[in-house]
């Protein structure tokens, strides 16, 4: 079974510019959350897609949208982009219910210079 | 979701058991604790997760003290390839909730030949 997959794995953007990010949740899953995961330190909340519908946020700007298609794909939107947000964006998917784990993917390095 | 505590770094040697201590002193009695860990440059990865009562599976075992303050992970018998961050986690289950895991800084393990 494919895992959680992402995509660009690499990207680099210059200061100003907008940029989407992709993730494939696997198979019969329909929750997809993002995280942002600046280097040396751990995975911060940004995103938690369900059925479509937002179902949380982190404490980012709003300048960070995403959506979430009706195969349960999602897209991560960053505008404006700053240098501050190069960092690993990861997608993680789970099932909804009350005692599942998140698989996460391998993330999108993303450099803004 | 309660806050945990994690040394930031641990050693082991290759083919010894690896114990990896979490203190979660403000935990409440529907919280329950989680261990990711995450390889270098790759996404996390869920390792186990309980509310009391000890678990094992074949990755590792949780050990949560009768109090529920404070939990030890368990790898059995370490290898070179267990060398990662480890993020001991605590958080809420509800179906009603979004699902967003708080990760804090974790102990970097390294596993020594």
């Known amino acids: 079974d494919a895992g959680v997959t992402q995509s660009p794995t690499h990207l680099i953007k210059t200061r100003g510019q907008q940029v989407t990010l992709r993730c494939s949740p696997i198979?019969?899953?329909?929750?997809v959350s993002w995280y942002q995961q600046v280097l040396g330190q751990g995975p911060q909340f940004i995103f938690q897609?369900?059925?479509?519908?937002?179902?949380g946020r982190g404490n980012f700007p709003d300048r960070f949208s995403a959506r979430q298609f009706p195969n349960y794909s999602s897209e991560l939107n960053v505008n404006a982009l700053l240098l501050g947000d190069s960092a690993l964006y990861l997608c993680?998917?789970?099932?909804?219910?009350?005692?599942?784990?998140?698989?996460f993917g391998q993330g999108t390095r993303l450099t803004v210079v | 979701d309660a806050k945990t505590t994690q040394p930031p770094s641990m050693d082991c040697a290759e083919g010894r058991a690896a114990n990896l201590p979490c203190n979660h002193s403000?935990?409440?009695?529907?919280?329950?604790v989680y261990w990711y860990r995450q390889i270098h440059s790759q996404g996390p990865q869920y390792i186990i997760h309980?509310?009391?009562n000890n678990e094992t599976n074949e990755m590792a075992s949780l050990i949560i003290t009768e109090d529920r303050k404070s939990s030890t992970l368990i790898l059995p018998h370490a290898t070179l390839r267990d060398t990662a961050v480890y993020y001991c986690?605590?958080?809420?289950?509800?179906?009603?909730?979004?699902?967003?895991?708080?990760f804090g800084s974790g102990t970097q393990l390294t596993v020594l030949p």
């Open positions: 309980g509310l009391k």
């Open positions: 986690i605590v958080r809420v289950l509800s179906s009603g909730s979004a699902r967003q895991l708080t």
């Open positions: 993680a998917s789970s099932l909804q219910g009350i005692n599942t784990e998140a698989f």
């Open positions: 198979s019969g899953h329909k929750s």
């Open positions: 897609y369900y059925e479509k519908e937002e179902r």
């Open positions: 403000t935990i409440s009695g529907n919280e329950y």
